[in-house]
């Protein structure tokens, strides 16, 4: 009978307190979803993450359930109109599919606290241009130039010394990461996982050409807490279309309050390329890589993006880095140089020309990329040439060509019959020091996007585009010739 009763008890229980509270839950579940779906509150956290982010932000939905936290979908980032112009083939910033897994126990004591982002599906397209792009930007620059110049105008800061040119670094020049004594206190765990994102490094000038493109990216990163192992992968890295490495997994370690890429050996084109570097993820986010290629052989390789020209060495060597703070392209500074010996660079139509040394020589100062120093070089015929490239796209340089006459008349022959030249011209080159050399100063000037180079006997400018259109429908013509002859000409068996 007293178990009678207490089942009775329960039972009751169950129905007129559990049931109902499940019931409250599933109802409060269901509202608050509907309240987050509307458009009142997706603005209003729009707003508050573009006042955070600078960007101008639309999400399309937005919920959550207790076990798999917040869900942010289509969230669409674009950079502001500043009103200037120049904005060019400017595409979405990143969309993303989000799930931000936060703490219920750290929310009810008035604390939000991350444990867990992911992306479940992205798409990243990073303007290099992006610097200039963004609303009070040079201000920004400007002032942070003065902090690190010590707030004065007056005061000088010591530029970091440069390598002279012709001289690899040296493995003791390389930077040297600046790490604190001190760790950070351990902060609470943070996870970064990545499902599907495909990420691209673009110009909006490139008339929407391919750029830097990591295809199907996917990992997992520690970002705070404990010392832990993570990796990241991606299926592609192409640049221009072209693929340059696949099937990439590289392993990472987070040591706070920075994310590492170990000493790393990876094999690009048969070569060995050699990687390392880290992220701060606490603070300030200074980075810094350091990449190397030992001295070897180089397969072939295409010279640009898209181009039928390869090139070719028995001999390569690189070396470099790149160190400032990720979210400010002024900091950003480094340098790169290559050395490589008898280059062959051959077109698929099986033609080919030999250099016996080539070399560049580069670096990047808040934002500007300079060449010092690029050549081609062989007794016949020689490119020599350096140029400087803004953060807004604004380009300047000089290529020097120097030949012998046999390629100076062939040099004259393409330009009068392309059209280069604005007319008939006996050499399109003036004679050097040598009476054997001959050279002609091809000077560049324009944007990434639109560049002029002075090609005709009076300096005339052409835009690189019509430049090579004219030289291929030239060529095209002269094999079309040439075909056309062989045709003609009649076989040794048609002769009596």
């Known amino acids: 009978m007293k178990n ?244 990439l997994e590289v392993p990472l370690f987070w040591s706070r309050p920075f994310l590492q890429l170990p000493a790393r050996t990876f094999d690009w084109k048969g070569q060995s390329l050699q990687a390392e570097g880290y992220c701060r993820m606490v603070g300030i986010p200074n980075f810094s890589v350091n990449i190397s290629v030992p001295a070897g052989p180089m397969g072939p390789v295409a010279i640009t993006p898209g181009s039928s020209l390869e090139i070719k060495a028995e001999a390569l060597q690189v070396d470099g880095f790149l160190q400032g703070t990720l979210t400010a392209l002024d900091t950003w500074w480094g340098n790169f140089e290559a050395e490589a010996h008898s280059l062959m660079v051959s077109s698929k139509r099986g033609e080919s020309r030999k250099f016996e040394y080539g070399q560049a020589i580069s670096s990047l100062r808040g934002g500007t990329l300079r060449v010092m120093d690029a050549r081609l070089q062989s007794e016949q015929l020689s490119f020599l040439g350096n140029g400087v490239i803004v953060p807004d796209g604004r380009l300047r340089g000089v290529v020097r060509v120097v030949a012998d006459p046999s390629h100076a008349e062939m040099l004259t022959r393409f330009a009068v019959g392309a059209m280069l030249t604005g007319g008939w011209t006996r050499s399109w080159l003036a004679p050097l020091g040598t009476p054997d050399r001959q050279f002609r100063d091809l000077h560049m000037e324009g944007t990434l996007r639109r560049f002029m180079i002075d090609v005709g006997r009076s300096r005339e400018e052409m835009e690189i585009r019509q430049i090579w259109d004219r030289v291929s429908t030239f060529l095209q013509g002269e094999m079309r010739e040439q075909r056309q002859e062989n045709q003609d000409f009649p076989s040794s068996e048609s002769l009596p």
């Open 4 to 247: 009678v009763r207490i089942t009775s008890a329960g039972i009751t229980l169950v129905r007129w307190l559990v049931a109902p509270s499940l019931v409250l839950l599933v109802v409060l579940l269901i509202f608050s979803n509907l309240v987050l779906q509307t458009r009142a509150v997706r603005d209003w956290t729009s707003n508050k993450l573009e006042r955070r982010l600078g960007f101008d932000l639309r999400i399309r939905s937005l919920s959550w359930t207790p076990w798999t936290g917040i869900q942010v979908r289509d969230l669409l980032a674009e950079i502001p109109d500043t009103g200037n112009g120049s904005r060019g083939h400017l595409r979405p910033l990143y969309e993303l599919d989000i799930d931000v897994e936060i703490s219920f126990g750290a929310l009810l004591s008035g604390k939000l606290q991350v444990r867990e982002i992911c992306v479940r599906r992205g798409v990243v397209a990073l303007p290099l241009e992006l610097p200039s792009l963004l609303p009070g930007e040079p201000e920004r620059i400007e002032d942070r130039r003065s902090d690190l110049a010590g707030g004065k105008k007056g005061d000088v800061k010591e530029k970091p010394s440069q390598p002279r040119p012709g001289r690899m670094l040296e493995p003791e020049e390389r930077p040297v990461a600046m790490r604190e004594n001190v760790r950070s206190p351990v902060h609470p765990t943070v996870r970064l996982i990545i499902d599907r994102c495909d990420v691209e490094v673009y110009s909006i000038y490139g008339q929407g050409a391919q750029g830097l493109r990591m295809r199907n990216l996917r990992g997992e990163l520690p970002l705070r807490g404990k010392d832990a192992e993570g990796w990241i992968s991606c299926d592609e890295i192409a640049l221009g279309g072209k693929t340059l490495m696949e099937g």
